[in-house]
């Protein structure tokens, strides 16, 4: 099963609301990144959250980890409709470092309705 | 900049065809990745390599071979292409020295129609 899993995998907001997407994961982590995806195009790399970090911020972004949990959820404040996109959370495991190797979870996609 | 391209964005093909879908990144990674993205089912790897000439499988590598001659070169290829390989191709680079950045760099994709 997959080591990212996605909740919810879609949300439709009005402009100005904020939005929440959370990701669970099953193995120990070196860090969490979260990524977005404008549709039909590459991903873009977001903001990064250590193992041994409980929040960041980025912006109008706000990620949290919850290690005991095996869960982060990403914080969208303010949104705007050109925040209409996929956002997809990735696992950077322990001891795979070396490789740069990420699980990257299903998604979820995000609707921001002017 | 950091920049990964990819030799086309939308692509068809006729089944038994040999496919090549070519990556590029001007940053000097040692890592570099294919993915294959399907609606319901993410991203999935499908090959990966850490250094000129070395590669590994991912999750999904049947049907798939890859080759890394130059460090800035990751080709991904289809030695017979077949309906079911129909998908967004996504290539990604990242740099594998210690204390470097952790992210991956992510082409725009390719669209790969095999009729």
């Known amino acids: 099963s997959q080591q990212g899993e996605e909740d919810p995998q879609a949300l439709s907001i009005q402009e100005g609301e904020n939005a929440t997407m959370n990701c669970s994961y099953k193995?120990?982590?070196?860090?969490l990144q979260w990524y977005r995806q404008n549709s039909g195009r590459g991903l873009v790399h977001l903001i990064l959250?250590?193992?041994?970090?409980r929040e960041k911020h980025s912006g109008r972004l706000r990620v949290t980890l919850d290690t005991s949990k095996k869960s982060s959820s990403l914080l969208i404040t303010a949104s705007r409709a050109a925040d209409t996109a996929s956002y997809f959370c990735a696992t950077d495991l322990y001891g795979s470092s070396n490789t740069g190797k990420l699980i990257f979870g299903q998604g979820t996609t995000l609707q921001v309705k002017p | 900049d950091v920049k990964v391209t990819q030799s086309s964005r939308y692509l068809v093909k006729r089944t038994g065809e040999k496919v090549f879908l070519e990556c590029v990144q001007d940053m000097d990674h040692e890592n570099m990745f294919w993915y294959r993205q399907d609606p319901g089912l993410g991203l999935r790897l499908i090959y990966f390599s850490y250094d000129v000439k070395m590669k590994e499988k991912g999750d999904i590598p049947e049907g798939y071979s890859v080759s890394r001659e130059k460090k800035e070169r990751f080709s991904l290829i289809l030695e017979s292409a077949s309906t079911n390989q129909t998908s967004m191709y996504l290539c990604a680079s990242r740099s594998g020295q210690a204390g470097r950045q952790e992210t991956q760099y992510f082409g725009p994709g390719t669209r790969l129609l095999v009729l």
């Open positions: 193995t120990s982590i070196n860090n």
């Open positions: 959250i250590r193992s041994n970090e």
